[in-house]
C-alpha cells in the first residue's frame, strides 16, 4: 500500500465540488430520448450481417500480391468507406456496428471457422446459446460464399495448420475435451485497447502527423526499415479512412437535418454533423464530442476485426477536462451531460458479436466494454471527480448490462463515493459496479516493470485483464481448465468421457499409499499440460504475427508509431501485458483433493474404489459415499485445513504456469471469471468434491464452490486472503451474492463498504455481488419474456439472465446468499 500513501494535502485532486454531489443525484439520466432508445435496443432483433464480410473479401481480391500491413490497411479503408454508416431516431452519439439497430459481422477474414458453425447450426446465434438472430437469406448466401473463398487462406486456418502440425500433442482433441481452449485459432485478437486520453489531445490530425514524423525519420541502412515504412503507410490509410468514416456520419446528419420537419431535431442533427465534421481531424473541443469520437473509435476498432471485448478505459479521467470546462462555461448542465452518457450506455448495449461454440460458453452473452472509474491520478492522487459520481448515477438509473463499470479503490476515497458505489451496485442488482483494490494491482504492475505513473493509469479489459492503456492492449491466449488435470490424474492419464489419453500415465489411484502420491499425479499432469501450452501459444504468437496485422488498432496505442511495427509484431511500449492464459478451477480441485486426503488417506471412512467407482456412476446408487465427500471441509468457511489445500493448489499451479513469454517476463496469467465455470464443467464427469457430472464448476477463481460456503461473508473473505493470489497471476475474481433489503440504509450500506475494506485491507483484488432477490431469479427463470431486462453477475462480467443457458441460470440462483 505505500505506493497509494500521500499526505492528506495531496488528497485534493478532483474533488468534487461543493453541492454537486445532491445535483448529480437529482438528475434524470433515463430522459424520455434515453428511455425510447434503449427501449428500442430492447424491440430490435439482432442480426448477423454479411456485409462487412463481403467488403474484406472483395478488397483481398483486389489486394492480392501486396504486402500484408498494406493488405490490412486497404481491407480497413474499404470497411470504413463502403459500410452502411447510420443515424437512428432521437439518437445524440450516432454510429452503428452495422445497417441493423443491432447486428454485428464474424471476423471472417482472420477464420471462417464461426462463421461456418453459425451457418450450419439449428438457429443463428450470436453471443449466446439461448438466443436467436435473424439472416437474411441473401446474406446467407454470401456468408457461404465468403466462407468458402477464406478456408485454407484465413490467418486463423494457418496459425492452427502449423501449430497444431508442430506440437506433438493432440491439441484438438485436447480442445474438444476443454482441456484447453484454443480460442486463438479463430479469434484473433479480443479486447484490443485504445489511448482514448492521447487522442483527446491529439485528435486524428495529431495521429497523421506522428506518422508523418516517422516515416521521415527512418534510416534506410536498417534491414527492418522497408518493413517499418510498409506499416507506416498501412497506418497513414488507416488514420485517413478513419477520418472518412467520422466525415460520413457528419455528411449523413446534414442530409437527414436538411429533410428534418421538427426544428428541435434539426437543430440536434446540424450539431451532431458539425460535431462529427471537427473530430474528422481535430480533437474534440466540447464533452459531446469527446464521447462521439469514443464511441465512432470503438465502432472502427471493433470493424477491423470483430472479436469484441474492446474496453473504453478510464472514462470518467480522459474525458473529464472537456466535461469541467463545459460546465464552467454554461455550454451544459450536469442533466445534459447525464443524458449524454445515457445516450452512449445505449449504443454499448446494441453491440452484438458473433462468437465461437466454445466462446458462447466461455463468456456467454456478454460484449465486456468495460469502463473503469476510480483510481488515482499520474501523481497519486485521489481522482474521484464529479464525473466519477455521474457515471456511477447514469448506471443505477439503466440497469444494463454494457458498459460493465470497474470501480478502483483506495484508502483515500471519500466515503461519499464508497457509498455510491455501493448505492449503484444495490440498484443496479447485476454486480455493476465491481470493485478492485489499487494496492496490490500497482504493486503488480510495477513489478512486471511499468513505471509508476504508467501503472497508475491501469484500466480493466475484457472478462478482469489489466492493461495500461497507452501501451499495452488485451490479448487472453488459451482457457487451461486445470480441472482435468486432476481429473486425468484420477485415471492415469485417460480422459473418461473420450477414453482417449490425453495425459500422462501417472499409475492407478487405487495403488497409490498417500495422499502425497496423488497430489504428485495432479502436479504431474498440470506440468505436462502446461507445458504442451505454452509451447503452442508461444508458437502460435509467432506464426499469427506474420499472417495477421491490426494497423488501426496499432495506431491507437504506443509505441507502434515510433518503432513502425503494430501491435502483434511488439510494438506496443509494453508488449508483454497482452494476456497469454487464463485457467480455472483450483476450487473444485483443492475442495476434491481435501475430500480425498480426509476420508481416504486420513480416516480410512472411504476406499480409493468406492470413490472412483461412485464418480463413474455420477454417484447413482453411492448416496452414502457423496453425502460424506459433499460434508468433507471445504474452501470458503475458514477452516484451515480446506484452505490450506485452497492455498498450495493455486500457488503450486501458478508458479508451473509462470514461464517465461517471448519477452523474457512470466507468462500473463489471468484469473478470469467469464461464464468459464460452465465450459469447464460441460466434459467433467463426477468429482471428489460433490459436484456432479457435466455441472458448472466453482464460479470466477477465489468464489467457493456453490452453496458450500456456510460459515457467513467474514469466513469467505479470510478463506480468500490467506494466500497471496496474485503472486503470480495478473488477476482473480470473487463473486458473492447480498440481499438488496440489507442495504436499504445507509448504516446497512457501510456495513457492507466496512467488508469491501476489510477484504481490500487484507490484501484482497477483486470482489463483486449480485443484489438480487432469489425469488426475482426464479420467476425469471420461468417467465423470460417478463423479466428481458434483469441484468445478474455471471462472474468476470454482467448479462441479462434470459440471455444465459438453463445451466448457468441454475448456478447463479444455487449461490449462497449472504447476510452483510
Known amino acids: 500500500m505505500s505506493l497509494l500513501t500521500h499526505s492528506v494535502d495531496l488528497i485534493t485532486e478532483g474533488k468534487v465540488p461543493e453541492g454537486a454531489i445532491q445535483e448529480i ?25 454479411a456485409e462487412r464480410s463481403r467488403l474484406v473479401t472483395g478488397s483481398w481480391k483486389e489486394t492480392e500480391g501486396q504486402p500484408l500491413d498494406l493488405r490490412r490497411a486497404k481491407l480497413f479503408q474499404k470497411i470504413m468507406e463502403e459500410v452502411t454508416v447510420s443515424i437512428w431516431d432521437d439518437e445524440l452519439i450516432v454510429g452503428s456496428q452495422s445497417k441493423y439497430l443491432r447486428g454485428a459481422g464474424p471476423s471472417i477474414d482472420y477464420s471462417p471457422n464461426i462463421a ?7 438457429k443463428v446465434s450470436l453471443n449466446s446459446e439461448v438466443g436467436e438472430a435473424m439472416l437474411d437469406e441473401s446474406e446467407r448466401l454470401s456468408l457461404l460464399e465468403d466462407v468458402e473463398f477464406w478456408k485454407g487462406r484465413a490467418p486463423g486456418h494457418v496459425v492452427a495448420e502449423q501449430v497444431t502440425r508442430a506440437i506433438p500433442a493432440p491439441l484438438l482433441d485436447m480442445n474438444d475435451a476443454h482441456i484447453f481452449s484454443l480460442g486463438s485459432f479463430d479469434v484473433p485478437m479480443p479486447g484490443r485497447t485504445v489511448n482514448h486520453a492521447r487522442l483527446m489531445v491529439e485528435g486524428i490530425d495529431g495521429i497523421r502527423a506522428r506518422i508523418g514524423e516517422s516515416i521521415a525519420a527512418l534510416d534506410f541502412s536498417d534491414w527492418d526499415t522497408y518493413r517499418r515504412l510498409e506499416f507506416l503507410q498501412a497506418a497513414r490509410i488507416c488514420c485517413d479512412a478513419f477520418a472518412t468514416y467520422i466525415r460520413r456520419h457528419a455528411e449523413l446528419a446534414r442530409e437527414m437535418a436538411q429533410r428534418e420537419q421538427d426544428v428541435t431535431r434539426r437543430d440536434e442533427l446540424e450539431r451532431i454533423a458539425r460535431n462529427c465534421e471537427w473530430i474528422s481531424s481535430k480533437p474534440p473541443s466540447t464533452f459531446h464530442q469527446a464521447l462521439q469520437l469514443v464511441w465512432l473509435t470503438h465502432l472502427a476498432n471493433d470493424l477491423e476485426a470483430p472479436t469484441g471485448g474492446a474496453p473504453l478505459g478510464r472514462l470518467d479521467q480522459y474525458t473529464f477536462p472537456l466535461y469541467q470546462a463545459d460546465i464552467h462555461e454554461g455550454r451544459i448542465t450536469r442533466q445534459d451531460a447525464a443524458e449524454l452518457l445515457g445516450c452512449l450506455w445505449v449504443k454499448l448495449s446494441e453491440t452484438e458479436n458473433v462468437l465461437s461454440v466454445h466462446d458462447k ?28 459520481f455521474l457515471i456511477l448515477e447514469v ?16 484508502p483515500c476515497m471519500s466515503e461519499e463515493v464508497l457509498l455510491k458505489a455501493i448505492e449503484t451496485n444495490r440498484d443496479h442488482g447485476g454486480g455493476i459496479p465491481c470493485f478492485m483494490n489499487d494496492g496490490p494491482t500497482l504493486l503488480k504492475l510495477t513489478e512486471r516493470g511499468l513505471p509508476l505513473a504508467d501503472a497508475r493509469d491501469w484500466i480493466c479489459a475484457g472478462c478482469i485483464a489489466i492493461q495500461e492503456p497507452s501501451g499495452s492492449t488485451a490479448d487472453p491466449g488459451f482457457m487451461f481448465n486445470k480441472i482435468k488435470a486432476f481429473e486425468l490424474a484420477l485415471n492415469d492419464g485417460v480422459e473418461p468421457r473420450s477414453g482417449l489419453r490425453l495425459g500422462v500415465a501417472t499409475g492407478d489411484p487405487r495403488d497409490f499409499t498417500s495422499f502425497e502420491e496423488l497430489y504428485d499425479a495432479f502436479i504431474t499432469q498440470v506440468e505436462y499440460l502446461i507445458g504442451v501450452y505454452i509451447d503452442a501459444w508461444r ?36 508488449p508483454w501485458m497482452k494476456g497469454d492464459y487464463a485457467d480455472v478451477g483450483h476450487q473444485n480441485v483443492a475442495d476434491g483433493l481435501t475430500a480425498l486426503r480426509h476420508l481416504v488417506f486420513e480416516q480410512h471412512v472411504l476406499s480409493m474404489d468406492e470413490v472412483l467407482t461412485a464418480l463413474k456412476d455420477d454417484f447413482e446408487g453411492h448416496e452414502e459415499v457423496h453425502q460424506l465427500l459433499c460434508a468433507a471441509p471445504k474452501y470458503g468457511n475458514d477452516d484451515d485445513y480446506a484452505d490450506e489445500m485452497f492455498n498450495r493448489v493455486t500457488n503450486d499451479t501458478m508458479r508451473i504456469m509462470a514461464q517465461p513469454d517471448l519477452y523474457g517476463k512470466p507468462m500473463y496469467i489471468i484469473r478470469g471469471g467469464a461464464s468459464q465455470h460452465y465450459w469447464a464443467g460441460n466434459t467433467l ?60 440504509s445507509r448504516s446497512g450500506m457501510r456495513n457492507l463498504l466496512a467488508l469491501i475494506k476489510t477484504y481490500f485491507e487484507r490484501g484482497g483484488w477483486h470482489i463483486q455481488f449480485n443484489m438480487i432477490d432469489p425469488e426475482v431469479l426464479l420467476a425469471a427463470k420461468a417467465d423470460p419474456q417478463k423479466y428481458r431486462q434483469l441484468v445478474v453477475r455471471v462472474a468476470g462480467y454482467s448479462a441479462y439472465f434470459v440471455e444465459l443457458s438453463p445451466k448457468i441460470q441454475d448456478e447463479i440462483i444455487g449461490r449462497t446468499l449472504h447476510a452483510c
Open 395 to 410: 448506471t443505477r438509473q439503466l440497469k444494463l448490462t454494457q458498459p460493465p463499470v470497474y470501480f478502483r479503490y483506495h
Open 539 to 574: 508458437l502460435t504468437q509467432q506464426v499469427r504475427r506474420e499472417v495477421y496485422s491490426l494497423p488501426f488498432g496499432s495506431i491507437m496505442v504506443d509505441d507502434c508509431i515510433k518503432k513502425g511495427r503494430g501491435i502483434l509484431q511488439g510494438g506496443m511500449k509494453y
Open 25 to 49: 443525484n437529482e438528475v434524470i439520466a433515463l430522459t424520455d430520448r434515453v428511455a425510447m432508445r434503449r427501449q428500442a435496443r430492447f424491440d430490435a432483433t439482432a442480426h448477423m450481417c
Open 116 to 122: 461456418a458453425a453459425t451457418l450450419g447450426a439449428e
Open 685 to 744: 464427469a463426477a468429482l471428489p468434491d460433490g459436484r456432479k457430472a457435466w455441472e458448472p464448476t466453482a464460479d470466477g477463481n477465489l468464489s467457493p464452490a456453490q452453496g458450500v460456503d456456510t460459515h457467513g461473508p467474514t469466513a469467505v473473505l479470510l478463506s480468500a486472503t490467506k494466500t497471496n493470489h496474485i503472486e503470480y497471476a495478473m488477476t482473480t475474481v470473487l463473486n458473492m451474492k447480498v440481499m438488496p433489503s440489507l442495504l436499504q
Open 361 to 388: 460458453q466461455i463468456g456467454s452473452a456478454s460484449n465486456l466494454q468495460d469502463v473503469t472509474i476510480g483510481g488515482v491520478t499520474k501523481n497519486g492522487r485521489d481522482a474521484t471527480n464529479d464525473l466519477t
